[in-house]
């Protein structure tokens, strides 16, 4: 960790949730810097900072710029102070841990409804191996019915801050995502919830979805190891809405322009998950691509012995068939639908799915 102090010369945009500063860094350079005022209060231009910098240093990717760990101001006094009427502490025993109201609280007005939530009554969750496949696969089921309720329930292996997506910004806003709920230690949702099963409940009884969407946060970790990678947050996942009575959709992780073989076909991110990591069966959803691709993700699948525990589904439309993304522009390890054809049919075979699954009598996979 490298902690350093800086100054503010421009707030660049900000919202309630984040703040995109430019930063002059003591020692020489300059920067983009996120603050996020739930946790060192709102910047202005003139500010002193303290930066933490080791994203930059390492040029990493997502985390890849300065974060605000305190704010001097002017000095003196009290430089934060706010409530939420709750007594859950996420980022827990950090010197940046806050308070939520945690919906299921005794204090959250939505305490009695969750103190009796223990089922997902079969519906249908998409789980997710990477941020940028959530607004796909709700703009699939948004598609089909956009009176279908969806909700996103973001786990806390990637970014914990929901604040710092973006897309998902931007997704709730064109109406793709109804209800966001932060699990564990991740932050900044429209709910918060203790951890992903609490979340899953609190998606279904209180945000009153008809279809959740389960991924990470931006930011997914890899390290080319058989388990070391975010990847395996989809099958927790999956054994979370098996477990409470859900019906799992595994969203495949696929590529043919990913330069890493690991991630070319069928990505060893998903393949762990499903055959490591998940223990409950869950519908994989299979997208219609050229035959050599199809057959190629077959073979992946059936060698990695996927179809023991787990169900094929077939997305009943063309890969041609793109759903209507309402002015986002989603992109996924810097390449877009035209890049990665294969990536974007899959998040979208997943949604249709989940949408037909709303409808059908299929009983959750054992």
Not at 186 to 198: H, K, M, R, T
Not at 200 to 211: E, F
Not at 231 to 252: E, F, I, K, S, T
Not at 283 to 308: C, F, Q
């Amino acid at each position: 960790m490298r902690l350093v102090w800086g100054t503010v010369t421009q707030v660049t945009s900000e919202d309630p949730e984040i703040q995109r500063l430019t930063v002059d860094v003591d020692g020489g350079g300059n920067g983009t810097a996120l603050c996020y005022p739930a946790l060192s209060g709102t910047c202005a231009a003139g500010d002193r900072v303290v930066l933490n910098t080791t994203a930059v240093d390492l040029t990493l990717g997502t985390g890849g710029s300065h974060f605000v760990l305190a704010r001097y101001g002017t000095g003196g006094g009290t430089v934060l102070e706010t409530s939420s009427g709750g007594h859950v502490m996420k980022l827990r025993y950090t010197p940046l841990q806050l308070d939520v109201m945690a919906v299921e609280s005794q204090e959250s007005p939505h305490h009695e409804a969750m103190r009796q939530a223990t089922s997902l009554g079969g519906m249908p969750v998409v789980c997710c191996g990477l941020h940028s496949q959530v607004p796909l696969v709700a703009a699939a089921v948004k598609q089909r019915d956009d009176s279908l309720r969806v909700a996103y329930c973001m786990t806390d292996e990637a970014s914990l801050s929901l604040g710092l997506s973006e897309l998902m910004r931007a997704s709730v806003s064109v109406g793709l995502v109804d209800a966001t709920v932060t699990c564990g230690q991740s932050f900044g949702g429209q709910l918060e919830a203790v951890n992903l099963y609490s979340g899953l409940l609190a998606a279904r009884h209180v945000a009153g979805a008809d279809v959740a969407i389960v991924s990470l946060g931006p930011g997914v970790v890899g390290t080319a190891t058989p388990y070391g990678h975010g990847g395996v947050a989809q099958g927790q996942a999956v054994n979370a809405v098996g477990a409470l009575g859900g019906l799992p959709v595994a969203c495949l992780r696929l590529s043919f322009a990913d330069a890493r073989e690991r991630h070319r076909g069928v990505s060893h991110h998903t393949v762990s998950a499903l055959t490591s990591v998940a223990l409950a069966g869950a519908i994989v959803a299979v997208p219609r691509l050229e035959l050599e691709k199809m057959n190629a993700i077959e073979r992946e699948l059936d060698s990695a012995g996927v179809w023991t525990v787990h169900s094929r589904r077939e997305a009943s439309i063309s890969s041609e068939e793109i759903p209507d993304l309402r002015g986002l522009r989603v992109r996924t390890m810097g390449r877009g639908i035209d890049e990665d054809p294969a990536f974007f049919a899959a998040a979208f075979a997943a949604g249709y799915i989940a949408f037909e699954l709303t409808t059908d009598v299929l009983e959750p996979t054992d």
